[in-house]
């Protein structure tokens, strides 16, 4: 009689066309039952168009007939709904006070690290009139869907990547939201994208406290936020602010990274404090969480994300910073 992992092992060979992570993954696979050669599997119908659902009844019976002793194959579908579906380990947001501090830079810099040590990673870009990740990671196709959810679109590295920018009709349109409208579209981004069993979600806001950031922190189940600033920031009132907000919201803060932190000259390994003294202690002071690390200025990070290709930088700095969120986030307990 053939066993269920022989039958889980063939499901993990299937792969819904445009989707990288598989059937499993994507924790569509709700039931199997084997019954001497027969095989029955229940599948949910989230986010799978009816194109989809009868293109993998024939991929799961081709696949699965060829395991040995199995006689019938049988799939049926149950509807559900992508909230019943996501497993999620870990949610992170990544914050600051204002803008163009590299908060996106970051968000995508960290799901790349963490994708890189081998765990299922999503992006939710919660900036939406201003999104930029998908730029970054050089997405322009449409996500996939039915009326029932949709799926993120894997990055390179197979990053599930939800953002405004890919539902748009233009890359260059205007979102032009007021707070409830926008409110009600991250609250889909969570609610109604099928982003299956994921290790890790990093989740990009927008700068500043307002209606973004109150909406995912009320909606969403965060394990900690993240807090970037630059040392060009004059005073430590606006992280000061955003993690108030946090901690009102009963929210962890994991601590403060420090980005465009230094210029490190790469013939000599010297760094240039091109802003002046670093902010970092005096932020995590502030914040009563410790400095996550430092990010140096470099321009081969700013042309990759001009190309796209953001997953292709990797650094020391940002392992560092990976791991320090890594031991924060095993640390129980909240600040
Ligand atoms: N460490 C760095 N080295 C070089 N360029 C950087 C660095 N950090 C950010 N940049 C560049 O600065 C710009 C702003 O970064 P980013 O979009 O990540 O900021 P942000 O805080 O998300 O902005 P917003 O508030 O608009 O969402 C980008 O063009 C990015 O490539
Ligand atoms: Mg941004």
Same mark, same amino acid.
């Given at each position: 009689?053939?066993?269920?992992? /022989?039958? /889980?092992?063939?499901?993990?060979?299937? =792969?819904?066309?445009? +989707?990288?992570?598989?059937?499993?993954?994507?924790?569509?696979?709700?039931?199997?039952?084997?019954?001497?050669?027969? #095989?029955? *599997?229940?599948?949910?119908?989230?986010? #799978?168009?009816?194109?989809? @659902?009868?293109?993998?009844?024939?991929?799961?019976?081709?696949?699965?007939?060829?395991?040995?002793?199995?006689?019938?194959?049988?799939?049926?579908? &149950?509807?559900?709904?992508?909230?019943?579906?996501?497993?999620?380990?870990?949610?992170?947001?990544?914050?600051?006070?204002?803008?163009?501090?590299?908060?996106?830079?970051?968000?995508?810099?960290?799901?790349?690290?963490?994708?890189?040590? !081998?765990?299922?990673?999503?992006?939710?870009?919660?900036?939406?009139?201003?999104?930029?990740?998908?730029?970054?990671? !050089?997405? $322009? $196709?449409?996500? +996939?869907?039915?009326?029932?959810?949709?799926?993120?679109?894997?990055?390179? @590295?197979?990053?599930?990547?939800?953002?405004?920018?890919?539902?748009?009709?233009?890359?260059?349109?205007?979102?032009?939201?007021?707070?409830?409208?926008?409110?009600?579209? *991250?609250?889909?981004?969570?609610? /109604?994208?099928?982003?299956?069993?994921?290790?890790?979600?990093?989740?990009?806001?927008?700068?500043?406290?307002?209606?973004?950031?109150? $909406?995912?922190?009320?909606? &969403?189940?965060?394990?900690?936020?993240?807090?970037?600033?630059?040392?060009?920031?004059?005073?430590?009132?606006?992280?000061?602010?955003?993690?108030?907000?946090?901690?009102?919201?009963?929210?962890?803060?994991?601590?403060? +990274?420090?980005?465009?932190?230094?210029?490190? +000259?790469?013939?000599?390994?010297?760094?240039?404090? &091109? =802003?002046?003294?670093?902010?970092?202690?005096?932020?995590?002071?502030?914040?009563?969480?410790?400095?996550?690390?430092?990010?140096?200025?470099?321009?081969?990070?700013?042309?990759?994300?001009? @190309?796209?290709?953001?997953?292709?930088?990797?650094?020391?700095?940002?392992?560092?910073?990976?791991?320090?969120?890594?031991?924060?986030?095993?640390?129980? !307990?909240?600040?």
């Amino acid at each position: 009689m053939p066993s269920k992992q /022989e039958v /889980e092992e063939s499901l993990s060979q299937i =792969f819904i066309p445009g +989707i990288t992570r598989n059937l499993l993954q994507m924790n569509l696979v709700r039931d199997i039952t084997i019954d001497n050669g027969n #095989v029955k *599997i229940s599948l949910a119908t989230t986010a #799978v168009s009816d194109k989809i @659902q009868d293109w993998l009844k024939d991929k799961i019976a081709g696949m699965v007939s060829d395991i040995t002793d199995v006689h019938e194959v049988t799939t049926e579908f &149950v509807s559900s709904t992508p909230k019943e579906l996501n497993q999620i380990g870990r949610i992170i947001a990544v914050m600051s006070g204002k803008g163009g501090v590299g908060k996106s830079l970051v968000a995508g810099l960290l799901a790349a690290d963490l994708s890189r040590r !081998g765990n299922d990673v999503g992006i939710l870009d919660a900036d939406i009139t201003g999104p930029s990740i998908p730029k970054m990671f !050089g997405l $322009t $196709t449409r996500p +996939i869907g039915s009326d029932t959810g949709i799926m993120p679109l894997p990055s390179t @590295q197979g990053i599930g990547i939800m953002s405004m920018n890919l539902l748009l009709p233009s890359e260059d349109e205007a979102v032009i939201w007021r707070g409830p409208l926008m409110s009600k579209a *991250i609250t889909q981004f969570w609610e /109604e994208v099928l982003w299956g069993k994921l290790d890790y979600l990093i989740i990009d806001l927008p700068p500043g406290t307002g209606d973004a950031a109150l $909406t995912i922190m009320q909606t &969403v189940p965060l394990n900690g936020v993240v807090e970037v600033f630059t040392s060009q920031d004059l005073t430590t009132m606006v992280v000061r602010k955003a993690i108030k907000m946090a901690q009102k919201m009963n929210i962890r803060v994991l601590g403060v +990274i420090e980005n465009m932190s230094y210029l490190l +000259i790469p013939e000599t390994g010297k760094k240039i404090n &091109v =802003f002046g003294k670093s902010k970092g202690e005096e932020m995590a002071q502030a914040s009563n969480s410790p400095l996550l690390g430092q990010i140096p200025i470099d321009p081969k990070v700013a042309d990759l994300c001009d @190309q796209g290709k953001i997953e292709s930088y990797e650094s020391d700095a940002v392992s560092s910073i990976v791991a320090n969120i890594l031991t924060a986030l095993d640390k129980k !307990g909240k600040n």
